[in-house]
């Protein structure tokens, strides 16, 4: 599907609409606290939290879905409230219900909405049950002016003497692209389907099957899940929680380092952990595609680093990033071999990827190297996963569960390089 640019007057416009919802919903915080303290309702700032975010618009609430999965990054009750946003957005009317998805008997069940599209239980007639996922009336350009905003929002940061060698434009033009992807469903139907294929060989892992007979621009028909269920730790036993990440890594890794596509969107309302330790991975919208240098680069990076090379690292950063005039890479050298030092063979629960992420970007900036923005979208989907890993199984190694993958993708480039020089 193709989608249309917004003008200048419509972000401004849009702006000034996020800062005017903002500015009510402040002030109105007050009365519609004591108010809902009066009828014993105890989580009112966190309902009006929630329904502030999806009040700004689908890409507040997709910032929302990724920051619920952050304990580290913010209060619990703060994840908590905004976790409800991972699919349990304000659900379509029934009358905006497309007539398309007629196809089925009975009345359609929804079973999640989200801040792009909501999903609907369909029962075909041959007793057999889909999942449908309807787009948004009206998605299209909402979230094309949101974006446009957060890319001229991402302009105005980079001007920042702190942000001076980050690659804050490129990373927000390549994470509004992607985000804007996820309107077209298919796109998402050919990710989805890759999906199923690549993690078949990775055990405990389910993607459902897309329907293409069924599907259209709006509506997206995939094989009904039945079983999932929102779980806490609790909720496990100890080798089924072990079982559920381990299997949640692998997949991850399977797709980042052999097939270079990067899953954005795993958060507790696309990655569900069964009683068995098995998991199902939904939807496919939020992905990114490296360049197959990228996926070699990073798949380096990432080995060195399992196995405390710091000096290595250094040399794959400073080929894939871009130097400055007085770029002072020797000083860059000592800092990121301490830097992988610090952080080589440790669990999940000590394993600081938001701090060791910040660090590497630091020292890049501090030394005068601009990095590659392929890099971050990497670091951002394990950031998403992290939270959950922490969560259910702290004492995971990160880096251990990735050699498999890296060691596999590492052995495909030494075997594919003679046929190259062919």
């Not at 910032?63 to 304990?71: E, K, V």
């Not at 993607?207 to 069924?214: A, I, T, Y």
């Not at 899940?225 to 890794?253: K, M, Q, S, W």
Request: contains cysteine.
């Amino acid at each position: 599907m193709t989608v249309g640019r917004i003008g200048g007057g419509a972000v401004a416009l849009r702006t000034a609409r996020a800062f005017a919802v903002l500015a009510v919903r402040m002030l109105l915080l007050g009365p519609a606290t004591a108010a809902a303290w009066l009828r014993g309702r105890s989580l009112a700032r966190d309902v009006w939290l929630a329904d502030t975010v999806v009040a700004l618009g689908p890409a507040f609430v997709k910032a929302a879905q990724l920051l619920s999965t952050r304990a580290d990054l913010l209060p619990p009750r703060v994840c908590r409230a905004l976790s409800r946003l991972h699919d349990q957005v304000r659900p379509l009317p029934p009358s905006a219900l497309p007539p398309a998805l007629r196809f089925g008997t009975g009345e359609p069940r929804l079973v999640g909405a989200g801040s792009i599209a909501c999903v609907y239980r369909v029962v075909l007639p041959d007793g057999r049950a889909v999942a449908a996922k309807v787009r948004r009336p009206g998605i299209v350009r909402s979230l094309t002016a949101d974006l446009a905003m957060l890319e001229q929002g991402a302009r105005l940061m980079a001007r920042l003497p702190r942000l001076r060698g980050v690659p804050v434009t490129a990373v927000a033009a390549q994470l509004t692209a992607s985000i804007r992807a996820q309107l077209d469903f298919a796109r998402e139907a050919e990710s989805l389907e890759g999906f199923r294929k690549a993690l078949g060989e990775v055990d405990g892992v389910t993607v459902p099957g897309v329907r293409p007979g069924l599907s259209t621009e709006d509506i997206l028909v995939m094989d009904f899940v039945d079983g999932l269920a929102r779980r806490r730790p609790e909720d496990l036993g100890e080798e089924e929680r072990r079982n559920a990440v381990v299997a949640a890594l692998r997949a991850v890794y399977r797709m980042l380092f052999l097939d270079g596509v990067v899953h954005c969107d795993l958060h507790p309302g696309n990655l569900y952990f069964r009683a068995d330790g098995s998991i199902v991975v939904l939807d496919a919208g939020f992905t990114v595609r490296l360049s197959g240098s990228a996926r070699e680069k990073f798949a380096a990076f990432f080995y060195c680093m399992s196995q405390g090379d710091g000096e290595a690292c250094a040399d794959i950063v400073l080929s894939t990033a871009s130097a400055a005039p007085g770029a002072d890479t020797a000083r860059f050298r000592t800092g990121l071999a301490a830097l992988v030092a610090e952080h080589t063979g440790r669990s999940a629960a000590d394993f600081d990827l938001v701090s060791f992420a910040a660090k590497l970007f630091d020292l890049q900036r501090a030394h005068g190297l601009h990095a590659d923005p392929q890099f971050v979208f990497p670091i951002l989907s394990l950031l998403v996963l992290e939270g959950t890993v922490r969560e259910f199984h702290p004492d995971v190694d990160f880096q251990r569960e990735a050699r498999p993958a890296l060691v596999t993708a590492l052995m495909e480039r030494v075997v594919a390089e003679p046929r190259e020089a062919r």
